[in-house]
Every structure is written in C-alpha cells, then in structure tokens.
DNA sequence: CGAACAGTAAACAATA
DNA sequence: ATATTGTTTACTGTTC
C-alpha cells in the first residue's frame, strides 16, 4: 500500500513538466499539503499520461515506437545486407516485388504527412497492419535469406579450414574452429534478436519457414488471442475469482492452441539453429543486456522494472533495486513454458494495437484525402466525414459522428466481426488511447450509453491493451455490480472485476481502487448493504438514472430515421446504447442489441445485454416480475440472507426499494413515469 | 464564465 | 498493529 502510494506520487511528481499545474498548485498551496500534492499530482498525472517518462509507455507511444523500430530494423537490414555481405540478389525480384506494396504504406505512413502525434491519435486500421506485416514478413524473409546466406558461408569455410587445415597445426585448426563457432553462435543469437524483435512487432503468425514464401501469408488477424490474459492471471491478479478462469479456460486453450502451431515457431526457429539457441543454459532473450534491440537501456534500469515492482505482465512483485529485480526475473520468470505463453500472450497485445493502428491510420488518410488532397482520389472509402472534425480537430479528442459510424470500409461487418476481432474500441477514434494528454473523456457519459454492450463488443480490447477504458468509475462499478447474479458485490470482488476485465486496472491500483471507493461513496446510486460477512454493494438503478439524464438531444423522428435507415450492423454499439436509453422503445428490446456482442461478451449475462444495466423503459412491456436471476431489482436480497436487519437500517422511510413487488418493474419504468420525485412510494 | 461532473489525492475513522 | 474499507474534502480539468 504505501509503496504504491509512494510510488504514485513520485511518478506524478517528477513528470509534472506541467508547471502550470504545479505552479497553481502551489499557489493555492495554502489550504494545505494536500491540496498542493492534489494538484501537483494531478497535473503530473496528465502530462504523464501523454509521455510516461519512467518506464511504461502509452498504448500509442508504444505504437509509435514499434513503428520506427520496424523501420529502422528494415533500414539496418538493408544496410547490413547492401554493405558487403555477398548475399546476392536472387531475391532481388522478390524482394522489387514486395517493395513495390511497400512504399505505398509509408507514404502513407511518413512525417511529412503525419506527426506521430496524428498518428496516435487517429489510429486506425488494416491498412496500416497490412503494412506492418508486408514489412515485418519482408523484413523476416530477408533475414532468413540471409542468415541461411551467413550460415552457409561459415560452413562453407569451416569445411574449406577443416580440408586446409588437415595438414595444420591442430591448436590452430581449434582456435579457427572456435572462432567460427563463436562466429556462429553469434549470429545465432543476433537472428534470434531479430526474430524476437520481429515477433514482438506482431509477426507473430509467420513461421521463419513460411516466411520465405510469398507474402501473402498476411496473417489477417486470424489469431485474434480470445482470453489470453488468461495466461497472465496465473501469477499475478490476485484473488481471481476461480471460476470466471476456469469457465475461460476451455476457450483459452482452444484459443490459443489454434494459434499455438504458429507460434511454436520462435523457439524451433529454423532447424540448424534449434540446438544451440542457448548455448550457456541462459535465457538470452530475458536478459536485459542482450535486449538492446527492443528497448532504450538506461544503465540501472531495466525496461520490465519500474517504480519498484516487476513489469512482467501480471506480476507486480515488489523488488527493491535493480539486483534484486534481476533475481526476480531470473527466477520467477526464466525461459520456460509459462514465460513463453506470456510472452505470447504481449505479443498479441501488441498486434491488436498494431491492427488498431492501422485502422485509425487508414481512416486518417481517408479523412485527410476528403480534407486536404486531392479530391479526385477515388477512394472507394471517401465517406462523407463531418467536416467539423477537420484538421484543427486533429490533435482534439473528439468523438464524433465519423466514430459512431465508422468508414464503411474498414469495418468489417460487425455480426461476422464480433466473434474475433473485438479489437474494436468504441469510438476509439482517439479517446481512449488517451495518447497526448488529458483525454479522460467518458464516452459512456457523453452517450449515455450502456456500458455493456460497448463492453461486450470491445472486452476482449480492454482485457488485454492497457487502455483506460472510456467509462466512468461510476458506470463500470455499476457493470460489475450487475453482471453478478444476485447485483452486488463486496469492494474486493469490485476491484477483482475491474483487474479482470480491463489491463488498464492492473496497474496504478492505489489510484482507481482510491476512486472505485470515492465512487462508491459519492455516489447515492450505490448502496451499501451490510452482511454477515461484511459489506456489499448494489446499485440504486433509479438512482442512477437520475443523476444522468439521457443526453441524446436529437429529435424523435431524427432517432427513428437513423433506426430506419441504417443496417442493423452499421448501427454502432454507442448508438444503440444510446437510442436504447434515449427512451425508445423498440429499440430496447433484446432483438435489437447486437446479438453478436451479446454473445460475444461472456461475462455478462443474457439479460444483462439488454435489461437490468441497461435502462429499459419497458412501460407498457410487462416486463416478468424478474428475469431468471433471482433479484432483478437494485435492492437486492442480501448474500447471507438476513436481509431484513441491513434494509431497516437505512435511514428514514425505508425508501421504497425493500418493498418486493414494486422493486423490480417499478425501476424499470421509473426512467419515463417517475423521475420527479416519487421514489418514496 | 460558471455550473456540473469526473478524476485524483489525501486525511481520517471504523473495522477486520 | 496493520490493512482494508468507507467517508469526506479539496482540487483540477473538461464539457455544456
């Protein structure tokens, strides 16, 4: 606890380039040192969201990064392989060939054209990934020609020094057979950096072996991890509810097992080489020395410790210095089966922002050949963009009507999408990558919409990208409140959710546990209720409506077109969510809610897509006194049973709620009849 | 510009 | 005694 409190504060603090923030800070310092810390802290807090300085990158810096390192792991290739090595170009033709599809993506992709800034911030689609793959498969393809080319070099001179060398001396016969081993090994071992590199790059489907086929073993993101993250809880996030793992496990290996054919590839990598991958018995991809390739190393530090604790996915484990780090991760994380499925488990976090990217990227130049270029340009995906987002809005967050309807192109259709690629976040335009500064926005907010089925349709997205989702604390304390059966749960099992579902919530826990609770508090929506046991929560669904009236100002009949008019998958998770809580009707009822992300989100329950998180004005539906699970209503039935003591305890009139038959329905209806002030019924 | 809202930080008390 | 839980206050930033 005070670690990480400590921590906090000297990671807001030093980042707090932002002397604006500190400085009023301080100046207003008077009221206290908590109120000076408060906005130091704050201020720091922005600014290290944008450029986290210490250790941990931003999902976007860590797109950008990745970029620049393909780049310039293609350049150093090139190079290396123009300057003197005598590989030959019988790839020559090939390698014209692919380069020809090359180029296109990095104009696309070039600083004249966009910042990385904009890049970051308008991710966007396959384009981008496709273009990440030609590289990263040319890139492999290359250097599998190439060592292959090195390898037979050393062999052919090791065979010609063998011949000569008969009638040599025999120590100079062994040293030379010593050199060239080393030399070897060597290489080795600089192809299995390369490999890794690229593997962490996203290349993670490309077998070294189909690498020097053609290209068009484009992986298509065919290997959408389902429950990766799964893998990670083994070790780290504490307390996980035994059977939400077990009920993901069958998927999870399924899931992976399809895709593990592919990735068994890095550590047989190419035949020759297999044998001697480790030569002394060190994993030498962990240690950090040899990991110069992948990341900045700053003597004493090291790219998986930060802030006192293990970086290693789900890890977290306190260690004291660098040292101690060391023997950490030596340990606790040699090369074994467990570290190799997590190192798996990153690198398909890493190419789902990868494909990201590259969807926001695509959708950026459309927006910029509508804006800027040339207009000619007949692109088939020059959809009609709100022109109020134009250039200037760039570097602004701002979810606009191009999110909430994204491209027809890029989009895959939803009902075939939601199965396996859940990539999507919504309204990712920008927001929730909060890429360059403050870009806390809740969308849910902003759309009223129902966090469920935003969630079900990007879970699998939160679940493994450190992205800070775009909901509030109050709206996701409420999902997990709901999604459990009976509606309530203790503080643990709230926080327990919120690691579970989000790789955002697995770090920095002083902090959003600190807010899950202020939330908890300032909120009267939530109720706590005592137990046997303790404590839980529920959720005041009427209360929770309250304090957010449907924002959705558009007219009725606009509503009722966009209904109308538009295809049942092109209707956005937002816009349902919203519709559905704008009061409407026809739109609440289960049919209407995207059956794939229904389906698609396991946690939650069927009911739960359409009903109880979502505010169903089922006026005139008589709704069934309760949906399967036992308590439909907010005012639940406590775990332990005795209820009846903790509902008397509130104060005053029982407000309504403990009366059993009006809870449920009367929650349901209470959005359109009863919102002036008849909760005391 | 100000109100409302959300997030963060922190102090503090009660409780396990 | 300590950690967790819960409440409250203060502040900042964003949106409307």
Request: charged share 15%; aromatic share 4%.
């Amino acid at each position: 606890m005070m670690v990480e409190s400590a921590s906090e504060t000297i990671r807001s603090a030093p980042s707090g380039q932002n002397g604006v923030g500190s400085l009023s800070g301080q100046a207003d310092g008077g009221s206290g040192a908590g109120a000076a810390g408060a906005a130091g802290g704050g201020a720091g807090r922005d600014a290290a969201a944008g450029a986290d300085s210490n250790g941990e990158m931003s999902p976007a810096d860590l797109l950008h990064f990745q970029q620049q390192q393909a780049l310039q792991v293609a350049r150093q290739f090139l190079l290396q392989q123009a300057s003197g090595l005598s590989s030959p170009g019988n790839n020559d033709s090939k390698q014209s060939a692919s380069a020809v599809q090359v180029p296109v993506s990095v104009a696309m992709m070039s600083p004249q054209m966009l910042t990385p800034q904009q890049m970051q911030q308008i991710l966007s689609p396959p384009q981008l990934q496709a273009l990440l793959q030609q590289q990263q498969a040319l890139m492999l393809q290359q250097l599998q020609e190439y060592y292959k080319k090195q390898q037979e070099q050393l062999h052919l001179q090791l065979l010609t020094q063998q011949q000569a060398g008969k009638q040599q001396p025999k120590e100079a016969l062994g040293n030379k057979q010593l050199a060239f081993q080393q030399q070897l090994l060597q290489m080795q071992q600089l192809q299995q950096q390369h490999l890794l590199n690229l593997q962490r790059q996203g290349l993670v489907s490309l077998q070294p072996s189909q690498a020097s086929g053609p290209l068009q073993t484009l992986p298509q993101a065919a290997v959408c991890p389902t429950d990766l993250p799964q893998l990670w809880k083994g070790e780290g996030a504490p307390g996980q509810p035994a059977e939400d793992s077990v009920k993901q496990e069958g998927l999870d290996l399924t899931g992976t097992a399809t895709t593990a054919t592919s990735f068994a590839a890095p550590p047989k990598v190419s035949p020759p080489l297999s044998h001697h991958t480790l030569p002394n018995g060190q994993p030498t991809v962990l240690t950090p020395r040899r990991d110069s390739s992948s990341h900045e190393e700053t003597p004493g530090s090291h790219p998986l410790y930060g802030h006192g604790e293990c970086k290693w996915p789900g890890c977290e484990t306190l260690c004291e210095d660098l040292g101690q780090f060391i023997k950490h991760l030596n340990t606790e994380h040699a090369l074994d089966d467990r570290s190799t499925a997590q190192c798996r488990v990153q690198m398909q976090v890493v190419q789902q922002l990868e494909i990201q990217l590259a969807k926001e990227s695509e959708r950026l130049q459309a927006m910029m050949a509508h804006l800027h270029m040339r207009p000619s340009e007949p692109k088939p995906f020059s959809q009609p963009l709100n022109p109020v987002s134009g250039s200037s809005s760039f570097s602004k967050v701002t979810v606009s009507a191009a999110d909430s309807f994204p491209d027809g192109l890029v989009h895959p259709p939803t009902s075939a999408a939601a199965p396996v690629t859940p990539l999507r976040p919504p309204g990712l335009g920008s927001a929730s990558l909060h890429s360059g500064g403050p870009a806390r926005r809740r969308s849910s907010d902003k759309f009223c919409s129902p966090i469920s089925s935003e969630l079900a349709q990007n879970h699998e997205f939160y679940k493994n990208a450190d992205v800070r989702p775009p909901f509030t604390y109050a709206s996701l304390i409420r999902q997990a409140i709901l999604e459990t059966p009976d509606r309530q749960l203790t503080l643990n099992e709230i926080y327990n959710w919120f690691t579970r579902m989000f790789a955002y919530f697995r770090r920095n826990t002083a902090t959003w546990k600190n807010a899950v609770r202020h939330n908890l508090s300032l909120h009267k929506c939530f109720v706590r209720v005592e137990n046997v046991k303790g404590a839980v929560w529920t959720v005041d669904e009427r209360e929770y409506q309250k304090r957010r009236p449907p924002k959705m100002t558009g007219s009725p009949t606009l509503v009722k077109n966009m209904i109308s008019g538009l295809s049942y998958g092109a209707l956005n998770a937002s816009y349902q969510a919203a519709l559905a809580e704008s009061s409407f009707p026809l739109l609440s009822s289960p049919g209407m809610l995207n059956p794939g992300s229904a389906s698609s989100l396991l946690p939650l329950s069927h009911e739960d897509v359409g009903a109880p998180g979502e505010p169903l004005p089922s006026n005139g539906i008589s709704t069934p006194p309760r949906l399967s699970p036992p308590q439909y209503s907010h005012q639940v039935q406590v775990k332990e049973e005795p209820a009846e003591a903790e509902e008397d305890r509130r104060p005053g009139p029982p407000l309504g709620p403990p009366n059993p038959s009006a809870a449920g329905p009367a929650e349901d209806r209470d959005l359109e009849e009863e919102l002036p002030g008849e909760e005391l019924s």
